[in-house]
């Protein structure tokens, strides 16, 4: 990369090969400690928290030159910054001095960062550029390893920005792979294929982050876990057809399916039960107070235009999964943030749309505000159902003698797995095919080494 001179290679020696991983991840299930032993944990913030592409922020989070937020990436406090040159880096949110946390503020706008410890002041490129009377330094503070060490591979899809610190990772778009063509289509349907990012809903849970990527394509739990949401969803339509309705009776024999598309990423697509024509994803949106109103504005303001209109602030009925920490799903982005072995914390980010085409004019606004009234829809209660489910897990998890977590529904039926031309792997709604894939991809970077290399500006 050009910029960069220095690399600084992680000490060999930090090595998983203790552990029998294939013991651990077996064919239809998995060892209780891969979620509860805290050193497999402290092993994944570096084999894959470091080692892969992990998702850090989207670009309309920092869109002009010195915009920042600060994130984690695993464990280490990172800021996301635009520098002044409009170049994006991940820099250690670490002063290179005594070790503090040196932006303390979750975004903003900034050309430096000074130390609210000692004062020392850092450029948005990472370049220490002057400390507290530095004359009491014998050795030269313009030396390169006092500047902010960085992640050296940073890299954007489509306003998704990831981040590595593994020379060695395949290129971003390769990584991606098959999971780009339902993230083409998930912006697609917006003007300018855009979306911004706008303010989220925070949770938290007692679980360990691999339950939250385990159920994010998981179909056979819906009916049973969201049974109060669904009933609520649909208690005044005449139709009880709203939301995830389509999950009751025989969900395997609709045509929704879930699908494992390489790298760990995994994908759950049910627009297959959408009626195919203008308004379709409208029609399914669920009601919520201030909706009736706003349509019948829309359709007296708008016409015909309505139903296409209204379909751009319908729930997108997709779950897009990728490995290990992104999730995009109806209007929203969910951001998993591994805290300890048993905590971690779920993000659900809003999304707007602009009106990019000048297509739109002054319907933007209305589209927006039921966008965001989606956002207090299955976030604030359904999520609440699974992260109860998460937490009752890791209860489970603390029965020590009783050892596995199966993921075994649909493994070893003939003709129920279908394997496509572009080597992903798809099966009916309620199958854990998805799962059990991904688990083998979480394996392979768990086993092998991880050598991981930081850099700082010259
Ligand atoms: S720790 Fe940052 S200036 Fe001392
Ligand atoms: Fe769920």
């Given amino acids: 990369m050009s910029g960069f001179e220095t690399r600084e290679a992680q000490k060999p020696g930090r090595t998983t090969s203790a552990y029998d991983w294939d013991f651990l991840v077996q064919d239809d299930r998995v060892h209780r400690s891969i979620y509860a032993d805290p050193e497999i944990f402290a092993a994944e913030m570096t084999h894959i928290f470091g080692k892969t592409w992990v998702y850090i922020a989207h670009e309309s989070e920092v869109a002009k030159p010195n915009d920042f937020v600060t994130r984690k990436l695993g464990l280490r ?53 002057g400390v507290p009377w530095p004359d009491g330094y014998t050795q030269d503070i313009r030396d390169e390893r006092f500047n902010l060490a960085q992640v050296p591979r940073v890299q954007s899809y489509r306003g998704f920005i990831f981040a590595t610190l593994n020379m060695d990772a395949p290129d971003l778009l390769n990584w991606l792979g098959p999971i780009t063509r339902p993230i083409d289509e998930w912006l697609d349907r917006n003007p300018g294929g855009k979306i911004v990012v706008c303010e989220a809903n925070r949770f938290k849970y007692k679980g360990n982050w691999k339950l939250a990527y385990d159920n994010s394509s998981d179909g056979y739990h819906v009916i049973y876990s969201h049974r109060s949401l669904i009933e609520t969803e649909n208690r005044m339509t005449a139709e009880p057809n709203k939301g995830m309705a389509y999950y009751k009776n025989s969900p395997d024999s609709l045509a929704m399916y879930v699908q494992y598309m390489g790298n760990g990423h995994h994908f759950k697509d049910k627009r297959p039960n959408l009626q195919p024509r203008q308004g379709g994803l409208w029609a399914l949106e669920s009601l919520h107070p201030g909706m009736e109103y706003y349509e019948s504005e829309f359709r007296s303001r708008y016409g015909e235009r309505a139903d296409s209109l209204l379909d751009l602030a319908g729930s997108e009925p997709v779950n897009i999964n990728i490995f290990p920490n992104l999730s995009l799903l109806g209007n929203h982005i969910q951001v998993f943030e591994p805290v300890s072995v048993n905590e971690t914390n779920a993000v659900w980010y809003g999304t707007r749309i602009e009106d990019v085409n000048g297509d739109i004019g002054d319907a933007l606004e209305g589209i927006n505000a039921l966008r965001m009234r989606t956002q207090e829809g299955f976030p604030n209660f359904g999520e609440v159902d699974d992260l109860a489910n998460f937490e009752q897990i890791q209860r489970g998890l603390d029965c020590l003698e009783d050892e596995w977590i199966y993921m075994n529904r649909g493994y070893g039926l003939p003709d129920r797995i279908k394997h496509n031309a572009d080597g992903t792997i798809s099966g009916p709604a309620t199958d854990e095919v998805f799962m059990r894939e991904y688990i083998k991809e979480w394996k392979r970077l768990m086993s092998g080494p991880a050598h991981l290399t930081i850099q700082r500006e010259p």
């Fill in 77 to 129: 406090p990172v800021i996301v910054v635009r520098d002044s040159d409009g170049r994006l880096r991940v820099l250690y949110n670490r002063c290179t001095h005594r070790g503090t946390t040196l932006c303390r503020q979750e975004r903003g706008s900034a050309r430096n960062f000074q130390c609210p410890y000692h004062g020392w002041n850092f450029g948005n490129n990472g370049k220490l550029r």
